[in-house]
């Protein structure tokens, strides 16, 4: 007789997150192909990396990273959908611990005492069930041995999705819209400030307003990616 585990997975085989082909003994969520496909920035052992300079003049921030390069007709774009849009927590949690790889292999962020994901509105939460920058920490948490603190700031006013703004209305949109809900936590820690995209920096930059309030906090940021 064949395991049940077997014959579902005959029936139902996992496809790829990314391009859709089933997935072969071995592969996780993303095939090898998508996997080696996916466009790496090489930023987070530079200083001065191109992120830092995004962010240069906004926030105070002590370094500032991402691991992967979004455009919109690569692999990476469509592992950002398949984490936001269709519900794939797992890949979430494979790609902080690619995120957390990264950055524990570059001695920059050896420091770190926290972790804080930038935090969804609880209506978009509700309706997504999940929030991905979370789970992105969750991973990181688990190859850098983090704790994770999901509820140090929270996004009191709703605002609309990011993506759909034109950029110039993209910090208006998100201006005053975090809040700190546990400065004890975080006071006098250095916190990694975690989300997916980073586009033109105004939600990272908005968040990272409301902790830099908190005293002694030092700010890193990393991101699942960059949009270029």
Partial sequence: MFPLSSIIQVLFPSTCACCGDVLVRGERQICLDCLADMATTAF???DDNPVERRLMGRIPIVHATSTFLFRHDNTVRNAVHAM?????????LMMGRQMGLDLLSSGRFDDLDLLIPVPLHWVRRLKRGYNQSELLCRGIGEVMNLP?????VVRHRYTHQQSLQQSRK???NVD???RIKK???IAGKH???VDDVLTTGATITACADAIASVPG???SIATFCMAV
Wanted: glycine share 6%; net charge neutral; charged share 20%.
């Fill in 44 to 46: 987070t052992a530079m």
């Fill in 84 to 92: 936001k849009f269709h519900g794939n927590t797992e890949l979430c």
């Fill in 148 to 152: 994770v603190c999901p509820n140090a």
């Fill in 170 to 172: 993209r910090a208006e």
């Fill in 176 to 178: 005053g819209a975090f």
């Fill in 183 to 185: 400065a004890d936590i």
């Fill in 191 to 193: 916190i990694l400030l």
């Fill in 217 to 219: 906090v030092r700010i």
